[in-house]
């Protein structure tokens, strides 16, 4: 089993609800990190989270953010130049967590980074009123 180190970081307190929803669906997750950029600079978030990947040593480190090109995603950026395992995902949303935490040990990782954007995008649908 691959070990992982898995982290929603978003403008204010996104991160924590998807993270209470997720596991309110599934059960608590491990090795699962929610941060949010509501109180903390984005230095004092990298110490944490390097924090967090030093204590787990993981063979896999995931981002999920919540804006490409945001602050978020350039803290995520800056941490994958300090490790060569960190995949970087945008857009968060439940149908992609669910996915990825249901998928997680199940598939290989480059299959599960594959499936967790597709089914992201199956997650996004259109209904249309009556006209």
Known sequence: MNTFATFIVTHEKMAICLQKAVE???GAQKNLFPYTNL?????????????NIGDINPKHIVFFIDLAGGSCWNLANMIKKQYNNVTIIAGVNMPMLISYFTN???IPFNELIIKVIEDASRG???VEGAE
């Open 104 to 106: 997680l040990n199940e």
């Open 39 to 51: 109180e903390d600079s984005i230095p004092a978030l990298s110490k944490k989270i390097i924090k």
């Open 124 to 126: 996004i649908i259109r």
């Open 24 to 26: 309110k669906i599934l």
